[in-house]
Nanobody, 128 residues
C-alpha cells in the first residue's frame, strides 16, 4: 500500500521554527520529484518547495531564504525546515510525489485528481 504521512506541524509564534517530515511507503522517493504544498484558509493551494531525486531544489518566492527542503532517500523521507515563520505561513502542509504548481482549487482536490501520491497534511499555525 502506498502511503505518505506528514508530521511535525504545530503552533508557534512568529519568528519561530518548525521542521516538517514526510515519510513514504510503498514506493521510492528515488523515482519522483517530491513537493510540499500548503493550503491556507480562504487561499488557493500553493506549491511551496520541491526537490528532485538528485537534490535539485526550488522554492516559492514567499518562502525563499526561510524554508529549506531536503530528503533522505535511504529513509524515504523528505523534510521542510521552516525558519522565521510568519502568520501568513499558517496552513495545512501536504507532501506529494508531484512538483507541478496548482492554479485554483484546494490541494486535496487537485492532488487527488492528478493521481500522484499525497499525504493528508499537517497543520502549521503561526501566531503574531
Amino acid at each position: 500500500e502506498v502511503q505518505l504521512v506528514e508530521s511535525g506541524g504545530g503552533s508557534v509564534q512568529a519568528g519561530g521554527s518548525l521542521r516538517l517530515s514526510c515519510t513514504g511507503s510503498g514506493f521510492s522517493f528515488d523515482d519522483f520529484t517530491m513537493g510540499w504544498y500548503r493550503q491556507a484558509p480562504g487561499n488557493e493551494c500553493e506549491l511551496v518547495s520541491s526537490i528532485s531525486h538528485d537534490g535539485n531544489t526550488k522554492y516559492a518566492d514567499s518562502v525563499k531564504g526561510r524554508f529549506t527542503i531536503s530528503q533522505d532517500n535511504a529513509k524515504n523521507t523528505m523534510y521542510l525546515q521552516m525558519n522565521s515563520l510568519q502568520p501568513e505561513d499558517t496552513a495545512v502542509y501536504h507532501c506529494a510525489s508531484d512538483d507541478t504548481p496548482i492554479y485554483g482549487g484546494t490541494c486535496r482536490d487537485n492532488l487527488s485528481r492528478r493521481g500522484h501520491f499525497w499525504g493528508q497534511g499537517t497543520q502549521v499555525t503561526v501566531s503574531s
